[in-house]
């Protein structure tokens, strides 16, 4: 008999998965488990993030595995959170730095014990490598929806529902399905996805723009099909680059938008302070309830 139990639950940037198992009789010793980076075996589970890389693990009897596949050359930092009961062996709990197709090895872990073992992880991620980006912190956003709009804050920098922590600079805006989306900063696309219409985890479909400090615009939530730029397209500050929508977490159609960078830091990522220009002059404070108009 075996228990068994799944749990994929994907929040902003992170995907946890749980399992339990109970049974067979053969212990591995740690001290004789290593890592082995490049290859990935048949028939493992997995869940891919768009374009950019997959995670995969396998379980059997005696535990389980978890490997990381980057699709791209695009540099990402991915830091796993690994949490397990009864179970030992090696674990890669440091940043992982992806910068070229191929396969590492996250962890791999077998039971300890007769006794029933557990895991558990999430993974934050970010695009780029920790602590390169130099933010400017005179640089001024335009507004990234069209000339003359104007359109409420929703949810402003330490806003009270999930612009918190790493996530203190990041602005949501009203859209309806199907505004346009213009780019805030130009610089190039280093990630876009316009596939899903899922409403229930995760950012939805999204655009990264990397700025030529490093620090990297997020467009989120767009709708299906919504995107207008390709990887490795160079856009204008002011470009129309999509549209948006209700895709990925969120309790009604709005836009999401920050400028993060990758940190050496527990989450990989944190987001900075931004100022945009808008028709009443240029502002860093970013209140839920603000009324921003784009000027013509
Ligand atoms: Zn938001």
Redesign the pocket.
Request: charged letters at 10%; hydrophobic letters at 30%.
């Given at each position: 008999m075996t228990a068994y139990k799944h749990i994929l639950n994907t929040v902003?940037a992170s995907l946890i998965v749980a399992g339990l198992l109970g049974s067979g009789s053969v212990f591995a010793r740690s001290d004789e488990l290593s890592l082995v980076d490049g290859v990935l075996p048949a028939d493992v589970d997995g869940s891919c993030y768009r374009e950019a890389f997959c995670v995969h693990w396998k379980k059997t009897k005696t535990g389980v595995d978890a490997w990381l596949e980057a699709l791209t050359a695009q540099p990402i930092t991915i830091l796993f959170k690994t949490t397990s009961k009864n179970l030992e062996g090696p674990v890669r709990d440091e940043p992982i730095i992806m910068d070229k197709p191929g396969i590492t090895q996250v962890f791999r872990l077998r039971k300890a014990s007769a006794a029933t073992w557990e895991y558990g992880f999430k993974y934050y991620y970010h695009p780029g490598r920790p602590d390169q980006a130099k933010p400017d912190p005179d640089f001024v956003y335009e507004l990234p929806f069209a000339k003359g709009k104007t359109y409420k804050v929703?949810?402003g920098f330490n806003?009270s529902?999930?612009?918190k922590k790493r996530?203190s600079y990041?602005?949501?805006w009203n859209l309806k399905v199907g505004t346009p989306v213009h780019a805030a900063r130009g610089g190039k696309v280093i990630g876009v996805s316009g596939s899903t219409s899922s409403q229930r985890r995760g950012h939805g479909n999204f655009i990264w723009i990397e700025h030529d400090d490093g620090t990297v615009g997020w467009y989120?939530?767009l709708r299906q099909g919504g995107t207008r730029v390709g990887l490795g397209q160079s856009v204008n500050a002011g470009d129309l680059i999509g549209y948006s929508g209700n895709t990925g977490k969120?309790s009604g159609p709005?836009f999401?938008?920050?400028v993060s960078m990758t940190v050496s830091g527990p989450n990989t990522w944190k987001t900075v302070p931004i100022k945009f220009r808008t028709s009443d002059g240029i502002t860093g404070k970013i209140r839920s309830g603000d009324r921003h108009s784009r000027p013509n």
């Open positions: 902003f929703t949810q806003g529902t999930t612009h996530e990041a602005v949501d989120l939530h969120t709005h999401h938008f920050q």
